[in-house]
């Protein structure tokens, strides 16, 4: 609900105004001639007192979500955009989902998938984005971050794995550049989680399911001398279906001490996540149609990593009357040890192309707001003011190995990267109907980079005369580097009219990249043409984007809440350090824009429907100007013939962007009996390559749940998956690579094959099947 306020006769003043928030004589000007308007000669009635928090209201006591419920009327800066949406954590839990990660796709046209082990980072798809594992989602827990900048894997890495759904008291899902509390990854959009203070009653539960599928929790709050303390112990194993068994081995625990509430209170939070598993990777496609693979097998059967998470998180808030301040602090450690092989025998056609990936980061950081409403010339105003600091300290890098030995380093880099950020923004309540806001937000990130790489373990390839030579890049792509961005954000909403409300907003963004592709100079792995070092473009800091959306929300049928949004996002530049390679892949400028309908229904009580779609367009901007060199030399004589260049040329494809997304959800039941729940999910066709040559299957997945709860708070349940049976793909790819089975495995070895087309390899669609149907049986019960 928009906020409220109580005038008194001279309360209204400006002067009066700007005392109370201290603002300057120059902006109390400004907004004197601002209001001086034919919108000023209309008064307006006296209002309620105001109330305030410091953000969207969440709920500070919970019982373990059982039925759902209607979701908490949204924070004035939680409904300035018609996408924008709070989820209770009864309505996260309220259908079946396989791992922790999917519980956020309660988010309309989001979809959350996976194309390795159980616990690794998500991918992540929205808005025409195939979002690696997190990039442009920003993904917060109790006001930490969870997106990783300059990550050993993939810029933005957001890591799901180790949330424990059933403890969310609310999920704030905000899409767009528009929020001047929102800044770093968060351009395609935010995801607010909170965990609850404290539960009304002890749970536990314990589910076993297809696939040596395995899960128990229990969690319970305490009275401390006035304060309540949360405990909550999660235990988890998996198999899969594959032919390589996941054997993930997942261990979580929360414990929370807080007094008060989230407006008026202080917490002190505790986390601790440990994580192992064997992943089966995607697979090439012409591998299983000739049967040299089945479905469910896997190239490496060492794929696989294992992942630690500590955190420790402070929150103090306060209100009084027409002012609310909240400050958040924290500290993290993550460990992270990835092995991986994507191209087989592509780069190594003797051992191999496994690569490992590592990460060891210490992160703390800080988020404070400060929150007045006032009056300037009898309009209600709402003016935030905030602080947000980060600064990580990490040690990661890039190895070749074999069967998990590794034998050279690729990367091997220590570094430091700090920055904060600057926002405020204000609300001016026109007339009843009409609220506008405005804001601003600036951000610094600096840099250090410092490699850590010698001549013994730095790699090895031969030159022009056969030789084998090190190159060690290393110190030559060490060196510092920071950079400053300024992001405005603007918004109008109009209404209620007949329950209906339109929305207008404007932001800028941006997106950090990873800093290593900042101060790199040369390439890691190749020689020049003249067997020196071969130099490679640097990338910046920080990209901007920009984006705009119209919309509207309406209620007009009684129990149908419906909501639709035109919206366009460009970026800068695609630029980016890859992971995986150790080095920077030139990307343009882009544009996205799309449509994005969502609509909930609920007739009665016992009964709820979901239905959502998201249609998009994704292109890339200009001329791809490095792919079109390389192209021309995989259709030069004596490289055409290969094939290589399918899939190669130049085109204006954003890869594996999503062109429709949708789901239908249907909840029956009540807190006590009977209950059940549909969930249905579809991702569009999607280009794998630049030139479209290669595309994704469709895949729709349905999900089914069926369950009793006991009055004596006990409930059994059963969840099955992938009920049709689905045979898509949870994840596709097209790349080249090479088997030891390809005829053009045995022309490059003896040197008969292009260099070209030798490095590409064959070009294929690579995917992650579908897993197939699955059941898994909960039985709960409260202490």
């Given at each position: 609900m928009p906020p409220r306020f109580?005038?008194?006769?001279?309360?209204?003043?400006?002067?009066?105004?700007?005392?109370?928030?201290?603002?300057?004589?120059?902006?109390?000007?400004?907004?004197?001639?601002?209001?001086?308007?034919?919108?000023?000669?209309?008064?307006?009635?006296?209002?309620?007192?105001?109330?305030?928090?410091?953000?969207?209201?969440?709920?500070?006591?919970?019982?373990?979500?059982?039925?759902?419920?209607?979701?908490?009327?949204?924070?004035?800066?939680?409904?300035?955009?018609?996408?924008?949406?709070?989820?209770?954590?009864?309505?996260?839990?309220a259908t079946p989902f396989t791992r922790p990660g999917e519980a956020l796709e309660v988010v309309p046209g989001l979809i959350v998938s996976q194309h390795s082990g159980e616990g690794k980072a998500n991918q992540y798809f929205l808005r025409g984005f195939n979002l690696d594992h997190g990039a442009d989602l920003a993904l917060h827990l109790d006001g930490m971050p969870l997106n990783m900048r300059t990550h050993g894997h993939a810029q933005g890495y957001a890591d799901a794995n180790f949330l424990?759904?059933?403890?969310?008291?609310?999920?704030?899902?905000?899409?767009?550049?528009?929020?001047?509390?929102?800044?770093?990854f968060a351009s395609a959009g935010s995801l607010h989680l909170q965990y609850v203070d404290r539960l009304d009653k002890g749970s536990w539960s314990v589910t076993g399911g297809s696939f040596g599928y395995g899960r128990a929790l229990s969690a319970q709050s305490f009275e401390v001398n006035g304060a309540s303390l949360l405990t909550a112990v999660e235990t988890s194993v998996y198999d899969g279906p594959w032919t390589r068994p996941d054997e993930v081995r997942k261990i979580n625990g929360v414990m929370r001490w807080s007094r008060g509430s989230q407006d008026n209170g202080v917490s002190i939070t505790g986390m601790a996540y440990a994580n192992r598993w064997y992943s089966t990777d995607q697979i090439p496609q012409r591998a299983v149609l000739g049967g040299a693979l089945p479905l469910w097998g896997g190239v490496d059967r060492t794929d696989g990593g294992d992942t630690t998470r500590f955190s420790l998180s402070t929150r103090w808030s306060e209100t009084d009357g027409d002012r609310?301040?909240?400050?958040?602090?924290?500290?993290?450690?993550?460990?992270?040890?990835?092995?991986?092989?994507?191209?087989?025998?592509?780069?190594?056609?003797?051992?191999?192309?496994?690569?490992?990936?590592?990460?060891?980061?210490?992160?703390?950081?800080?988020?404070?707001?400060?929150?007045?409403?006032?009056?300037?010339?009898?309009?209600?105003?709402?003016?935030?003011?905030?602080?947000?600091?980060?600064?990580?300290?990490?040690?990661?890098?890039?190895?070749?190995?074999?069967?998990?030995?590794p034998y050279d380093a690729i990367r091997n880099d220590h570094v430091n990267e700090g920055g904060f950020a600057l926002w405020t923004d204000s609300t001016l309540f026109l007339t009843p109907w009409l609220r506008s806001t405005a804001g601003v937000r600036v951000d610094y990130v600096h840099a250090d980079v410092k490699s850590l790489q010698t001549l013994f373990d730095a790699p090895r390839v031969s030159d022009s005369a056969?030789?084998?030579?090190?190159?060690?890049?290393?110190?030559?792509?060490?060196?510092?580097?920071?950079?400053?961005?300024?992001?405005?954000?603007?918004?109008?909403?109009?209404?209620?009219?007949?329950?209906?409300?339109?929305?207008?907003?404007?932001?800028?963004?941006?997106?950090?990249?990873?800093?290593?592709?900042?101060?790199?100079?040369?390439?890691?792995?190749?020689?020049?043409?003249?067997?020196?070092?071969?130099?490679?473009?640097?990338?910046p800091l920080l990209v901007k984007s920009r984006g705009a959306e119209i919309g509207a929300?309406?209620?007009?049928?009684?129990g149908l809440a419906s909501s639709i949004s035109l919206w366009w996002l460009d970026f800068d530049s695609e630029n980016q350090f890859v992971g995986d390679t150790g080095t920077t892949s030139f990307g343009r400028p882009s544009r996205r824009y799309g449509l994005e309908i969502a609509n909930h229904y609920t007739p009665v009580p016992w009964l709820h429907f979901e239905g959502d779609v998201a249609l998009t367009h994704a292109r890339f901007r200009g001329v791809d100007q490095l792919q079109t060199l390389a192209w021309l030399d995989l259709v030069a004589p004596g490289a055409i013939g290969y094939g290589a260049f399918l899939g190669n040329a130049p085109g204006n494809y954003l890869t594996n962007a999503p062109n429709i997304i949708a789901s239908l959800g249907l909840e029956v039941g009540e807190s006590s009996g009977w209950f059940a729940a549909l969930k249905y999910r579809y991702l569009g066709v999607r280009p794998l390559t630049e030139d479209g040559y290669f595309k994704s299957p469709a895949t729709g997945v349905l999900n089914l749940r069926i369950g009793y709860r006991f009055e004596n708070g006990w409930r059994i349940q059963a969840d099955a998956f992938n009920v049709a049976n689905s045979r898509s793909d949870q994840i596709t790819y097209a790349y080249g690579s090479l088997?030891?089975?390809?005829?053009?495995?045995?022309?490059?070895?003896?040197?008969?094959?292009?260099?070209?087309?030798?490095?590409?390899?064959?070009?294929?669609?690579?995917?992650k099947p579908a897993e197939p149907p699955a059941v898994r049986v909960t039985v709960g019960g409260i202490f």
């Amino acid at each position: 609900m928009p906020p409220r306020f109580a005038r008194g006769a001279e309360n209204g003043s400006i002067t009066r105004s700007c005392r109370l928030f201290y603002l300057s004589q120059s902006v109390c000007a400004i907004a004197l001639l601002a209001v001086a308007s034919p919108l000023s000669a209309r008064a307006q009635e006296a209002l309620p007192e105001i109330e305030i928090g410091a953000d969207a209201p969440r709920s500070t006591s919970a019982a373990l979500p059982s039925s759902r419920t209607t979701a908490p009327d949204q924070a004035r800066n939680s409904d300035e955009a018609a996408s924008v949406r709070t989820f209770t954590g009864a309505e996260v839990n309220a259908t079946p989902f396989t791992r922790p990660g999917e519980a956020l796709e309660v988010v309309p046209g989001l979809i959350v998938s996976q194309h390795s082990g159980e616990g690794k980072a998500n991918q992540y798809f929205l808005r025409g984005f195939n979002l690696d594992h997190g990039a442009d989602l920003a993904l917060h827990l109790d006001g930490m971050p969870l997106n990783m900048r300059t990550h050993g894997h993939a810029q933005g890495y957001a890591d799901a794995n180790f949330l424990i759904p059933e403890l969310l008291s609310s999920v704030v899902a905000r899409k767009g550049p528009y929020f001047a509390d929102d800044g770093d990854f968060a351009s395609a959009g935010s995801l607010h989680l909170q965990y609850v203070d404290r539960l009304d009653k002890g749970s536990w539960s314990v589910t076993g399911g297809s696939f040596g599928y395995g899960r128990a929790l229990s969690a319970q709050s305490f009275e401390v001398n006035g304060a309540s303390l949360l405990t909550a112990v999660e235990t988890s194993v998996y198999d899969g279906p594959w032919t390589r068994p996941d054997e993930v081995r997942k261990i979580n625990g929360v414990m929370r001490w807080s007094r008060g509430s989230q407006d008026n209170g202080v917490s002190i939070t505790g986390m601790a996540y440990a994580n192992r598993w064997y992943s089966t990777d995607q697979i090439p496609q012409r591998a299983v149609l000739g049967g040299a693979l089945p479905l469910w097998g896997g190239v490496d059967r060492t794929d696989g990593g294992d992942t630690t998470r500590f955190s420790l998180s402070t929150r103090w808030s306060e209100t009084d009357g027409d002012r609310a301040s909240r400050i958040e602090a924290y500290v993290v450690r993550t460990t992270l040890d990835l092995y991986n092989n994507f191209t087989y025998f592509l780069g190594h056609p003797d051992i191999g192309d496994q690569f490992r990936q590592f990460d060891r980061r210490s992160l703390l950081g800080v988020n404070a707001v400060h929150k007045v409403a006032y009056e300037i010339a009898r309009f209600p105003v709402e003016t935030r003011v905030g602080f947000q600091g980060r600064y990580d300290d990490m040690r990661l890098g890039l190895q070749e190995t074999a069967r998990r030995r590794p034998y050279d380093a690729i990367r091997n880099d220590h570094v430091n990267e700090g920055g904060f950020a600057l926002w405020t923004d204000s609300t001016l309540f026109l007339t009843p109907w009409l609220r506008s806001t405005a804001g601003v937000r600036v951000d610094y990130v600096h840099a250090d980079v410092k490699s850590l790489q010698t001549l013994f373990d730095a790699p090895r390839v031969s030159d022009s005369a056969g030789d084998i030579v090190a190159i060690l890049s290393g110190p030559f792509n060490s060196g510092s580097k920071g950079a400053a961005v300024v992001s405005p954000k603007a918004g109008l909403v109009l209404g209620p009219f007949h329950k209906t409300e339109l929305f207008l907003n404007f932001g800028e963004g941006f997106h950090s990249t990873d800093a290593r592709g900042t101060v790199q100079n040369f390439d890691t792995t190749a020689l020049s043409d003249t067997d020196g070092f071969a130099q490679v473009a640097r990338i910046p800091l920080l990209v901007k984007s920009r984006g705009a959306e119209i919309g509207a929300r309406t209620r007009i049928i009684d129990g149908l809440a419906s909501s639709i949004s035109l919206w366009w996002l460009d970026f800068d530049s695609e630029n980016q350090f890859v992971g995986d390679t150790g080095t920077t892949s030139f990307g343009r400028p882009s544009r996205r824009y799309g449509l994005e309908i969502a609509n909930h229904y609920t007739p009665v009580p016992w009964l709820h429907f979901e239905g959502d779609v998201a249609l998009t367009h994704a292109r890339f901007r200009g001329v791809d100007q490095l792919q079109t060199l390389a192209w021309l030399d995989l259709v030069a004589p004596g490289a055409i013939g290969y094939g290589a260049f399918l899939g190669n040329a130049p085109g204006n494809y954003l890869t594996n962007a999503p062109n429709i997304i949708a789901s239908l959800g249907l909840e029956v039941g009540e807190s006590s009996g009977w209950f059940a729940a549909l969930k249905y999910r579809y991702l569009g066709v999607r280009p794998l390559t630049e030139d479209g040559y290669f595309k994704s299957p469709a895949t729709g997945v349905l999900n089914l749940r069926i369950g009793y709860r006991f009055e004596n708070g006990w409930r059994i349940q059963a969840d099955a998956f992938n009920v049709a049976n689905s045979r898509s793909d949870q994840i596709t790819y097209a790349y080249g690579s090479l088997l030891p089975a390809d005829a053009l495995h045995g022309l490059c070895a003896g040197g008969v094959a292009p260099g070209a087309v030798c490095s590409v390899g064959v070009m294929d669609r690579h995917f992650k099947p579908a897993e197939p149907p699955a059941v898994r049986v909960t039985v709960g019960g409260i202490f």
